[in-house]
């Protein structure tokens, strides 16, 4: 169950209208590392936890508090879009082509689809889909995928921020880029525990002998150069194993060759 307060979670509200910051502002709403995709990926990871409990209320209390983050963005698109002088940025941005290509003026379906609102939808207008979250039933992989999410989502606000001279966005950019801190800090902490009793590599449980060990702790060098090599020689992974580089990567299976099929097929016949 949910409950809705009236107050916002933290001030949005910018120093004056801009409607092209307000189109740059929707890639954090409804873009792939946007508000809504971590709000939607943790309530769907916490909603499917079984027998965790500690995990589950975690991933449920940052959930929550991303719904908050969406209403604080898409409550200051609105605002900054409320009275706007359109022809204005408008013409700044027709009279300078490099400022036009870099900035791309104001998204008009802020003012022909949303009303002068937000919409969930990313800079570029196109539709947020659930094809951006991932909720696979192992908390490990998943809470790695949260580390990405809020590592990407972070960069972005970060680069927003350097967008805009506004103090009002900057004071609420600030306040996402803090959070967004301690979400990444407390899925790690999540994974070191999870690592520990699961073992590094997800899934930890499948029996080592399905797998073809002598391959499992091996680099090959597959593209020019042998500049990789840095990364693995003379180490030990962190599962206790060591690593192997192969600057030239055997060959260990056969040429395939396809038995022809039958002729209501109409593949092409076996020519030499």
Same mark, same amino acid.
């Given at each position: 169950m949910f409950m809705h307060s009236k107050e916002l979670q933290y001030h949005a509200k910018p120093d004056r209208p801009d409607p092209i910051m307000a189109r740059r502002l929707q890639e954090i709403l409804g873009g792939q590392w946007g508000e809504m995709s971590v709000m939607n990926m943790y309530l769907f990871q916490g909603w499917n936890a079984r027998g965790n409990e500690k995990y589950k209320d +975690?991933? +449920?209390?940052? /959930?929550?508090?991303?719904?908050?983050?969406?209403?604080?963005?898409?409550?200051?698109?609105?605002?900054?879009?409320?009275?706007?002088?359109?022809? /204005?940025?408008?013409? /700044?941005?027709?009279?300078?082509?490099? +400022?036009?290509?870099?900035?791309?003026?104001?998204?008009?379906?802020?003012? $022909?689809?949303?009303?002068?609102?937000? /919409?969930?939808?990313?800079?570029?207008g196109n539709p947020w889909t659930s094809n951006y979250i991932v909720s696979s039933g192992n908390i490990l992989a998943d809470m790695r995928m949260n580390v990405t999410a809020e590592s990407q989502g972070r960069l972005q606000v970060a680069r927003l921020y350097e967008m805009t001279e506004d103090k009002g966005i900057r004071d609420m950019l600030g306040f996402l880029l803090a959070r967004d801190t301690q979400h990444q800090l407390q899925w790690i902490e999540a994974i070191k525990e999870l690592e520990e009793k699961e073992g590094i590599v997800v899934p930890g449980q499948v029996p080592e002998k399905y797998e073809v060990s002598d391959?499992?702790?091996?680099?090959?060098?597959?593209?020019?150069?042998?500049?990789?090599?840095?990364?693995?020689?003379?180490?030990?992974?962190?599962?206790?194993?060591?690593? $192997?580089?192969?600057?030239?990567?055997?060959?260990?299976?056969?040429?395939?060759?396809?038995?022809?099929v039958t002729k209501d097929v109409y593949n092409t016949s076996a020519m030499d």
């Open positions: +975690l991933l +449920l209390d940052t /959930a929550t508090e991303e719904i908050g983050h969406v209403e604080m963005i898409a409550t200051m698109i609105s605002q900054l879009l409320e009275g706007a002088p359109l022809e /204005a940025q408008e013409k /700044a941005v027709d009279s300078d082509p490099a +400022l036009a290509a870099v900035m791309g003026g104001m998204n008009p379906q802020h003012a $022909i689809v949303s009303g002068l609102g937000a /919409a969930p939808r990313d800079s570029n391959v499992s702790h091996v680099l090959y060098n597959f593209s020019e150069g042998e500049h990789s090599k840095k990364v693995v020689d003379g180490k030990t992974a962190k599962d206790g194993k060591e690593f $192997i580089y192969k600057a030239k990567p055997e060959v260990m299976g056969e040429k395939p060759v396809l038995k022809p």
